[in-house]
């Protein structure tokens, strides 16, 4: 649900920026096909603030195997599935996704693009059960790369505008775990070639609950919170 904030800071930014490429991870995959597919601001945040959205979170029936997720991905990917048709992108638009066993990171774009590899987008592991592409199970590229800076970067990217939503894990012991994971699976990768503009919260989004569980006050406060966030970093000025 934080990529609420996403959306607000495009909403500052739409009326005067222009991007050549759009990338996304997560929820940030979502919100990236929406503009690339030339979603207006408002419609994107009526997409977060909807009560649509509040249905698509459920926990599953225990007991249930722990690849398979906690979460009944049968709503979401019916979901994601009409998102797919509805945006069609019409500049270049890439995401990510982790291939597992293997923690192999892959760069999805053009016409190698489907709504499967929009649903492995979202695939939070232990959430959502790994998708089955090609004979192979693919997860969030979150995992590895929450703002995936290396696949625009392979699509040609010198300069960036950033809006990282989740710079910080919502939970002391998330933040460890995840942390140590990518320390030691995340490949390294140098960023000096690329010029970043960042745009991340001021304040804290809240907690894991927040992040999974759909409040249309949250979704209103944290695209406010984006617009201002983007606005003061990035003045439409200096677009």
Known sequence: MFGAYQAGAWKALAASFRPDLVVGASAGALNAWAIAGGCSPDELCAIWTTRETADLIHLRRWPAMPWRGAF???LVHKKLDEFYARFRPAIPYATNIVQV???RQVCVQGEEMTADHLRASCAIPFGFPPVRIGGKYYVD?????????WAAMQMG???????????FMPSVVLRAAVGAFRAVMAPKVDFSRISLTWIRPSVGLGKVRDALFWKEENARRWIELG??????IVPASKI
């Open 72 to 74: 009944d991905s049968d």
């Open 101 to 103: 066993p293997r923690f």
């Open 141 to 149: 590229g979150g995992l590895l790369s929450p703002v995936p800076l």
């Open 157 to 167: 990217a010198t300069s960036a505008v950033v809006i990282n939503a989740l710079e």
């Open 227 to 232: 617009e201002r966030d983007a606005a003061r």
